[in-house]
């Protein structure tokens, strides 16, 4: 059974920086995606990056530049470095991950298998 667990989370000062951890098990997939979204109080669940079995990535626009994500094959382990963190980023992130979806479009639809989310606050 795949599980996804999320850590890393945390209370930040504008600016700074925070690195999400996902931890993968129980997933045989030869080919995936694998997303980090955040759902905001009241606002709808959005993807922030995505990456592939391939180690392709994409971004979305409110943190290009800012974000990274990144994988470890050997650990199956996926991160999010968050970097100049801004108030607007305060949000429950959650990693998903699935296969069948491509790194070049992906949606919080697509993807059954979730984390259970991991709270990132950053104050102004």
């Known amino acids: 059974q795949l599980q996804l667990v999320e850590s890393g989370g945390g209370s930040v000062q504008a600016g700074g920086s925070l690195r999400l951890s996902c931890a993968a098990s129980g997933y045989t997939y030869s080919s995936y995606c694998m997303g980090w979204f955040r759902q905001a109080l009241g606002k709808e669940r959005e993807g922030v990056a995505a990456?592939?079995?391939?180690?392709?990535?994409n971004y979305a626009d409110s943190v290009k530049g800012r974000f990274t994500i990144s994988k470890d094959n050997a650990k199956n382990m996926f991160y999010l470095q968050m970097n100049s963190l801004q108030p607007e980023d305060s949000a429950t992130y959650y990693c998903?991950?699935?296969?069948?979806?491509?790194?070049?479009?992906?949606?919080?639809?697509?993807?059954?298998?979730w984390g259970q989310g991991t709270q990132v606050t950053v104050s102004s």
């Open positions: 998903a991950l699935e296969e069948g979806v491509t790194v070049a479009a992906w949606y919080a639809y697509e993807y059954k298998n």
């Open positions: 990456i592939d079995s391939d180690a392709l990535t």
